[in-house]
């Protein structure tokens, strides 16, 4: 067991080997994210559909990682200026592995992300990091249409 409050992380490039963590911490962050927002069918869509899979078959090459003694620990993925996902296991939050994943993809060039209107913590957390809303928007989420705001940094 890692002691969320003593350890190293290493912030790289996710490899195929990673896609086991992966799938683990992208599916608990989604269901905590947004197992409230939608309904018991498209819950189960999700999983049925292995929609998690899916993202990890498109994003897989683009993702970075946060490491902590070979486990993956944290996620974001940033690709043509887009942060498409930013995941931090709930036991490591608010030990800055977010905050550095969110610096390493706009530093690689991501400025421009996502994020549900309903998702108070994360408007919060990005705004503290420098990012300000631009719009507001409806995005798909498994067959669902949820507001969302577009946040920017400049």
């Not at 036991?91 to 905050?99: S, Y």
Request: glycine fraction near 8%.
């Amino acid at each position: 067991m890692i002691d969320p409050l003593n350890f190293d992380c290493i912030f790289r490039p996710a490899m195929d080997s990673d896609y086991e963590d992966l799938h683990r911490l992208l599916y608990a962050c989604w269901m905590e994210t947004y197992g409230r927002q939608v309904s018991r069918k498209i819950v189960r869509r999700f999983t049925d559909e292995d929609c998690v899979g899916e993202h990890l078959r498109e994003f897989l090459n683009s993702m970075q990682v946060a490491d902590v003694d070979g486990r993956v620990i944290g996620a974001i993925n940033q690709i043509d200026g887009c942060i498409t996902a930013l995941n931090v296991a709930k036991e490591f939050r608010r030990n800055r592995i977010g905050f550095s994943l969110l610096h390493n993809a706009y530093t690689a060039g991501g400025r421009r992300l996502s994020v549900g209107v309903f998702n108070v913590p994360a408007i919060r957390f990005y705004e503290r990091c420098g990012w300000k809303k631009a719009g507001q928007f409806f995005e798909d989420i498994c067959g669902v249409e949820l507001s969302a705001f577009l946040m920017v940094r400049d």
